[in-house]
């Protein structure tokens, strides 16, 4: 039950949202789970600050799953994170920030996975 928020200082019109949609559902098989299980979330015209002063563009990405992540697929993920970001939304790597989190626990539907 991966899931990926993403918080960037861009616009993000629907035909964006779709792409992103499409290839977060592809990457997220760097961490070995399934796009069926795969949760988005999306917040745009973000102010993010870094050092004081204000990105003109950048994101943050969060990346939760069910489970432990390692830093060889993490590492990979982030590279692709980079990837999709710059080239759908002109976003530098170096202005976007990413972090990993690993549960235990995922509740769902009145009990846990």
Do not use: H
Request: with cysteine.
């Amino acid at each position: 039950m991966p899931m990926i928020n993403s918080k960037v200082t861009v616009s993000l019109p629907q035909e964006k949202r779709d792409i992103l949609k499409a290839e977060l559902g592809k990457a997220v098989a760097i961490l070995g789970k399934p796009e069926s299980y795969l949760m988005l979330g999306f917040e745009d015209n973000y102010d993010l600050y870094f050092g004081g002063k204000k990105l003109e563009k950048g994101a943050f990405i969060s990346v939760e799953v069910l489970g432990d992540i390692d830093s060889q697929s993490s590492s990979k993920m982030s590279g692709k994170l980079c990837e999709i970001f710059e080239k759908e939304l002109g976003i530098p790597g170096d202005k976007i920030y990413i972090t990993y989190s690993g549960y235990k626990n995922w509740g769902w539907n009145g009990g846990n996975f």
